[in-house]
């Protein structure tokens, strides 16, 4: 899995449905544990920091009765000057599926070139995160009452410019066009053209970019995903200088929203969400986390299963 652009309708049902099933497994205390993937081997090739994705990846596989190799690249023979191709043959012959996570845009697809054993894109640049984009996906799903026709709109707070997880997201909501897509951008993050041009494309109207210096219309939105400044992909001093996290979604905002909106974030949070709102019901970003588990459990399943 590599992009969203690999996933349709049908795999979404699917992957939900058995998500779903996983769940109901796990009973009241949400640990679901099976014995079904004991012969198989998940090889984590992290080149960039993580927590969620690679540790939800390696508890999702030990939860299939599996195994977990994590490579740590700081301390292999990449330091000696081996190539990426070199590196990822490897690794496909030590396991029976890889997750990797690269801060060059198209490695994944280039990894799954080298490899004998499928590839997950765990993110790649600021190009892609397909596998947030699902669980973010089944998380709405979930919110609403299992109905996705009952969400109207989203609104994307933050780095729209530059975060992989809007980027997959409102390529996952390309399949759901009756959902409305909103920006409000942090200084000097604007959604880059080719995000507009997709949209607009999906949705034919005008893109709906807000101000935030002009009053926001919170009480629009079902879903308000907050994403955090991607300082790290923020590559010229001048852009580094117009960027900044200048919008907070605080309980003051909270009380101009509809009553059942759900508040997002793909983790981790720096300060794009005030801690006063965590206990509220319409956070969902620990949920979210908790789905992430769940949703790798299902789609690990069907790749293993093929
Ligand atoms: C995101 C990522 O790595 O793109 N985190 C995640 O996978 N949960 C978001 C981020 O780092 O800001």
């Not at 109905?147 to 980027?167: A, E, K, Q």
């Not at 959604?191 to 949705?203: A, F, G, R």
């Not at 101000?211 to 629009?220: A, E, R, S, T, V």
């Amino acid at each position: 899995m590599i992009s969203i652009n690999d996933i349709d309708k049908p795999f979404i049902d699917k992957l939900f449905e058995k998500t779903d099933d996983i769940i109901k497994r796990g009973g009241s205390k949400g640990k679901c544990r099976l014995n079904i993937h004991s012969d198989k081997i998940l090889v984590n090739a992290f080149f960039e920091p993580s927590t969620r994705t690679q540790l939800s990846f390696e508890s999702a596989m030990k939860s299939l009765g599996g195994s977990v190799i994590n490579f740590n690249a700081y301390t292999s023979s990449l330091k000696k000057g081996e190539s990426f191709k070199d590196t990822i043959k490897t690794l496909s012959i030590y396991g029976d599926i890889i997750v990797l996570r690269h801060p060059q845009t198209g490695s994944a697809k280039e990894a799954n070139e080298y490899s004998d054993v499928p590839v997950i894109n765990g993110g790649d640049g600021s190009n892609e995160h397909p596998t947030q984009a699902l669980l973010d996906l089944y998380t709405i799903y979930k919110s609403f009452d299992n109905n996705l026709n009952t969400v109207n709109t989203i609104l994307f707070v933050g780095d729209c410019n530059n975060s992989r997880t809007i980027r997959s997201l409102i390529k996952l909501l390309h399949l759901y066009p009756h959902i409305s897509i909103y920006f409000l951008p942090y200084s000097g993050c604007n959604p880059s053209e080719d995000m507009l041009h997709s949209i607009s494309h999906k949705q034919n109207i005008q893109t709906n970019i807000l101000d935030k210096n002009q009053p926001i219309p919170y009480h629009l939105f079902d879903v308000i995903y907050c994403t955090r400044l991607q300082k790290e992909r923020i590559y010229t001093m001048k852009q580094q200088d117009r960027s900044r996290t200048d919008i907070v979604i605080t309980k003051e905002i909270l009380n101009k929203c509809k009553n059942n909106v759900i508040i997002m974030h793909p983790l981790p949070r720096i300060d794009e969400i005030s801690t006063e709102i965590d206990n509220e019901p319409n956070s969902v970003y620990f949920k979210q986390m908790e789905y992430g588990v769940k949703i790798r459990m299902a789609l690990l399943d069907l790749l293993l299963s093929r």
